[in-house]
């Protein structure tokens, strides 16, 4: 996937105002209008420059796009960094121009389709925004029915990392969120804030936590909106999950796994002992049943064996495994040519 520098596509410094950003796609969308251009190109320009505008006219997609940062340069290959929008916290007001076909791969992995993207995650809250339109439409029509004028919050929604622990266990933890405003200048800035959240036992990644009361401020006396936190895990570097089940490499030694052994097993609540069946083979998957993230019913977790080898680095070593392979009529490739 190739790097899209918008400020470069319509002749910005990064520090434009959103007052400059519509002045410049006026301009260069005037002049590679397939109507209006004699360029060869004009139509493959235009086309750029009206995704560069999608981005940058939009105060939490250019925002969103401001993180990735300006380290790359344009074409070049690019892949998003993991949770790069952690912590990033949106209104989730639209997503429009998101399955526009014209638009580039690198658009669509941020605020398209991908998982990735910060506005997918608007279609899959899209019943929870339906009803707070719903709200608000029938505040608005008691407003004009005389009333005084008042209107909910809208919802807002942000990603955020914990360690696979707290799944286990639960937390308290304190998050720190940006919310993308204009400024009195017309700039883009951040808006930071810090809540202290709940981190409920048995959650999973992808589940959304409701804060009530925590999204936009509301109008006229109008309850605020709520505040939803998608849960991502912290890549860990021994265990994977799975939905609520979690596996992860145990190595054991050639004579354990030959004749059968009791190890210990970690886990992200603990260790706990395990039986390697005699005969087990390298890459066998163990499961230990309820030591998944905890539910009802809990995840299971599963031990995949890894045969470790030990090294033939002294005399001793090597006679023992010259010992070894005069003991047996083995032949590991026996199978392999078919």
């Known amino acids: 996937m190739k790097y899209k520098d918008y400020y470069e596509i319509l002749g910005l410094q990064r520090t434009a ?28 320009r235009f086309k750029e420059v009206g995704e560069a505008y999608q981005v940058l006219k939009d105060t939490e997609k250019r925002a969103a796009y401001d993180r990735i940062g300006g380290q790359w340069q344009n074409g070049q290959d690019f892949r998003p960094p993991p949770h790069w929008d952690e912590g990033f916290e949106f209104s989730g007001a639209r997503n429009e121009g998101s ?44 407003a004009y029915r005389g009333a005084h004028f008042s ?25 720190s969120l940006q919310m993308p405003v204009i400024d009195a200048q017309g700039h883009v800035i951040l808006q930071s804030r810090t809540l202290n959240v709940s981190i409920p036992k048995g959650v999973r990644a992808g589940q959304h936590l409701r804060l009530a009361g925590q999204g936009g401020a509301g109008l ?42 009791n190890v210990t097993v970690p886990t992200p609540d603990g260790s706990v002992e395990m039986t390697v069946p005699q005969g087990s083979a390298g890459g066998r998957r163990l499961r230990l049943k309820g030591k998944g993230i905890p539910a009802n019913p809990p995840g299971d977790l599963y ?15 090597k006679t023992a495994y010259d010992t070894m392979r005069q003991a047996f009529n ?5 199978n392999f040519y078919g």
């Open 330 to 334: 083995f032949d590991p490739r026996a």
């Open 17 to 44: 105002t959103q007052d400059d950003v519509k002045r410049a796609y006026r301009k260069l969308a005037r002049k590679y209008h397939p109507d209006l251009t004699k360029q060869s190109d004009g139509e493959d």
């Open 151 to 175: 209107a909910s919050g809208q919802d807002h929604h942000a990603k955020v990392v914990v360690d696979l622990a707290d799944a286990y266990r639960g937390a308290q933890r304190s998050i």
């Open 99 to 142: 399955a526009n076909p014209d638009f580039s791969d690198f658009f669509e992995a941020m605020f398209g389709g991908a998982d990735t993207g910060v506005h997918s995650r608007q279609r899959e809250m899209h019943t929870t925004r339906s009803a707070h339109d719903a709200k608000v439409a029938k505040d608005l029509e008691g």
């Open 303 to 317: 031990v995949v064996l890894n045969i470790a080898l030990p090294p033939a680095n002294t005399e001793n070593a």
């Open 220 to 261: 006229g006396g109008g309850s605020a909106g709520d505040l939803y936190l998608e849960i991502a895990f912290r890549e860990h570097p021994r265990f994977r999950v799975d939905g609520r089940d979690v596996s992860l490499d145990v190595p054991v030694a050639p004579w354990e796994a030959a004749l059968g052994a």
